[in-house]
Every structure is written in C-alpha cells, then in structure tokens.
C-alpha cells in the first residue's frame, strides 16, 4: 500500500512563494495522475493541479499562471510551487492519487484512492 506524506506548508506573506513536496512510500511510476487538493475551513475541498505519468498537467482557474505541478519519478514525490500566493490561497493541502496494484510483468489488480494527512499554508501579513 502506497502511502502519501505532505510537507513544505508555513506561513507566508501575500505575493510570496512556497514548495509543497509530496512524498509517496512506493514507486509512482505507474500512477496515471496524481492531484493536489486543498480544503479551507467552511469550503469544500477542490482540486487544485495534476500531473499524468505522461506529464500532461492541469490546474484549477483560480491557481492558473501561478502554481506548478511536477514530479520525480526517480524520488517518488509530486511538488506544488506556489507563486504570488494570495490570502485565499490560506488551506490545508492534501495530495492525493489513484495507486494501481500489480505490476506490469505479473498484471495490473485494482486501484486505489491514497490520500495525505495534509500540509497547512497560510498567506497572511
């Protein structure tokens, strides 16, 4: 099972950057997308990026022009480069993926939701 862990959330001012990393405990080669999230309190959690295996990307209207997704294959963790960040941008954000079990020698079995804990940004003065 394939567990997903977040870091790099903190405190940042309005126009500032932060790197969000999220770590995978396994392989993420097979993983045909992996997404960020983000909840704040009182909303509804929404999709903020993701990225195929292929690494076609895409990204909510709001964080557009602003947020990169990408990933490494080879250390099996997506990041989220936040630039400009806004007072709204302020949630938790949780990587998410799809994690398919097998392998490509013996066959693929069912996929998986995996789900982070999450990691805290806030863009405040």
């Known amino acids: 099972q394939v567990q997903l862990v977040e870091s790099g959330g903190g405190l940042v001012q309005p126009g500032g950057s932060l790197r969000l990393s999220c770590a995978a405990s396994?392989?993420?080669?097979?993983?045909?997308?992996i997404d960020w999230y983000r909840q704040a309190p009182g909303k509804q959690r929404e999709l903020v990026a993701a990225?195929?295996?292929?690494?076609?990307?895409n990204y909510a209207d709001s964080v557009k022009g602003r947020f990169t997704i990408s990933r490494d294959n080879a250390k099996n963790t997506v990041y989220l480069q936040m630039v400009s960040l806004k007072p709204e941008d302020t949630a938790v954000y949780l990587c998410h993926a799809k994690i398919p079990t097998g392998d490509s020698r013996t066959g693929w079995g069912p996929v998986y939701d995996s789900w982070g804990q999450g990691t805290q940004v806030t863009v405040s003065s």
């Open positions: 396994g392989s993420i080669v097979s993983v045909n997308a």
């Open positions: 990225i195929t295996s292929g690494g076609r990307t």
